[in-house]
């Protein structure tokens, strides 16, 4: 089984439409990370958080919300999606006595 | 200027060829740097790691760090067709926060 999970691996939906995407891991992280790829772009940090209690913004959180219902669950949601959040959406995880960052396999969210 | 600046590639090489990857980066607060390969339509994975200047070595991968002129270096030993991938470099502070590169696209040929 995989340690980083992200659902849904796919979603189209419709621009003003309200997103969700979801991370789970049973590494048993503290640290987790939301990141946003575009082609030609690179990884962009969105969101992350060292523990429960603890949310900050990356570079790029405009359009962005997150929830850390739990230490191994991390949610990402758009509240208006639009056009130009179509991308490659990657949860990531870190234990805080080591620098790896473990990825997920990703969503791949179109906003039409 | 973009705190790390890579080339986007494509890199496209024969089997058994010795490939260099290369970053550059402005921010001097940087003091760990990371080499993530990322697969099609995959996550991308940590591939090796280096703190400060220097080299290091792992099989067929050297990671190189140059803090003096901001220059950071992966190079692959006989290239395989498995190797073909976008390798990304990613440099950190002392804040855990990762700076990724854009990545460079590899394709090793048989």
């Known amino acids: 089984d995989a340690d980083v999970t992200q659902t849904p691996r796919n979603r189209i939906t419709k621009t003003g439409k309200r997103i969700m995407l979801e991370c789970s891991q049973t590494?048993?992280?503290?640290?987790m990370y939301w990141y946003r790829q575009d082609p030609g772009l690179g990884l962009q940090l969105i969101y992350y958080s060292f523990d429960v209690k603890d949310i900050n913004k990356g570079e790029i959180s405009d359009g962005y919300s997150v929830s850390r219902q739990a230490q191994a669950k991390f949610s990402l949601s758009l509240e208006s999606a639009i056009p130009n959040q179509t991308a490659l959406y990657f949860c990531?995880?870190?234990?805080?006595?080591?620098?790896?960052?473990?990825f997920g396999p990703g969503t791949r969210l179109t906003v039409l | 200027q973009k705190e790390v600046e890579q080339d986007p590639g494509p890199l496209s090489v024969p089997e058994g060829a010795i490939v260099s990857l290369n970053c550059t980066y402005s921010?001097?607060?940087?003091?760990?740097f990371m080499w993530y390969r990322q697969y099609s339509r995959k996550g991308p994975e940590l591939l090796m790691y280096t703190y400060s200047s220097g080299n290091k070595e792992d099989g067929r991968f050297t990671a190189q760090v140059d803090k003096s002129s901001k220059y950071i270096s992966l190079f692959i030993r006989d290239s395989q067709p498995s190797d073909s991938a976008t390798y990304l470099c990613?440099?950190?502070?002392?804040?855990?926060?990762?700076?990724f590169g854009k990545g460079t696209l590899l394709t090793v040929n048989p």
């Open positions: 990531a995880t870190s234990d805080s006595s080591r620098d790896e960052q473990f």
């Open positions: 990613a440099p950190r502070g002392s804040n855990y926060k990762l700076t």
């Open positions: 590494k048993g992280h503290d640290r």
């Open positions: 921010n001097s607060a940087f003091q760990y």
